[in-house]
């Protein structure tokens, strides 16, 4: 389900990073908390899932900051075209990088970009009074987005143009002696988010604990590795057989259907789909262990089957 939402400001937050507010057409934007992020539809059918960055106190407006991956996906790219005026098809905000409540004070690692649902998250904890620290890894500060409100904020603290090994050791410092209560959330580029997870194990932090957001995994990680096995979508009224080796949503292509996707690497979320029958084999990042656990749905991008069956409400 999508709605419209006009682009009311843009402005850079650095040379790379551009920064847009967003307010629904038809009322207010929805309620949300820090960790949300709003799908965005754009030209060519690409869509796009950006964290929210907004504190408690600016609710009149989605913000999300944007940085240009000119060698990416053509999202970013296709982002940084748009301008005040323009109407974009948005999808419903969704949050799988929530807050844990309660517990001792978080601890908030990002790397670049990876700051927008962890500032959203350090000013919800400034706001209530609560103790809680913020570290940003950028490479300078031309390059460090909102350090105006980085300043301002208790807690925060930012780290420039480190490299291995002198960051391994400010993580590995900033880790060590984990309060007994307390959470970790780490949001950034892949190898920021494999050091800060692996320093983090190895300093004693329960995975429980340890909340992540990640943009995109290392294709190399994708694993498709297992037999064929037959999908039925139930709505399309069709069976297809998915080879050993492709997605299910290669096999869905192939056959003329044109399924929702994004990422295609099982960490956006917009392919999720409901498990009818049949047992999943959850290849992905998005879904939490009980999700998981449940085996009523299923990231089509990435997952496969444990059985030869599957049906899907598709
Ligand atoms: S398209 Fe992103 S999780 Fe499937």
């Known amino acids: 389900m999508t709605s419209r939402a006009r682009i009311v400001r843009v402005w850079e937050a650095t040379p790379e990073i551009r920064c847009f507010a967003l307010v629904p057409v038809d009322g207010p934007p929805a309620p949300f908390t820090p960790g949300a992020h709003l799908e965005v539809h754009l030209k060519g059918g690409l869509i796009r899932q950006y964290s929210l960055w907004n504190g408690p106190e600016d609710r009149d407006a989605y913000l999300i900051g944007v940085k240009r991956e000119a060698h990416g996906r053509g999202g970013s790219v296709a982002m940084h075209e748009l301008g005040v005026g323009d109407v974009l098809e948005i999808g419903v905000l969704r949050n799988n990088f929530e807050m844990a409540e309660g517990g001792g004070p978080p601890l908030l690692l990002a790397g670049g970009i990876g700051i927008t649902p962890l500032l959203s998250m350090a000013r919800q904890v400034a706001a209530r009074g609560q103790p809680g620290a913020l570290h940003l890894f950028a490479r300078s500060a031309p390059q460090t987005p909102f350090l105006d409100l980085l300043t301002a904020l208790p807690g925060a603290a930012v780290h420039l143009g480190l490299l291995p090994p002198a960051l391994d050791r400010v ?10 209560q307390g959470h970790l959330y780490i949001c950034g580029p892949g190898p920021f988010m494999d050091l800060v997870e692996r320093e983090a194990i190895l300093a004693g932090w329960p995975s429980s604990r340890v909340h992540l957001e990640r943009f995109s995994i290392d294709p190399s990680r994708l694993d ?14 069709k069976t297809l057989r998915v080879a050993e080796g492709q997605t299910i949503i290669a096999a ?3 056959a003329g259907i044109t399924p929702m996707t994004s990422c295609e690497q099982g960490v956006c979320g917009t392919c999720l789909t409901t498990v009818l029958e049949g047992v999943p084999d959850h290849r992905d990042q998005y879904l939490n262990a009980s999700e998981k656990a449940l085996g009523t749905l299923i990231m089509p991008c990435v997952s496969r089957c444990k059985g030869a069956r599957l049906v899907l409400d598709l």
Do not use: Y
């Open 171 to 180: 993580v590995r410092g900033l880790l060590a002696a984990p309060d007994p």
């Open 224 to 237: 498709q590795s297992g037999g064929e096995f037959e999908v039925v979508l139930k709505r399309t009224g």
């Open 252 to 254: 869905m292509e192939e």
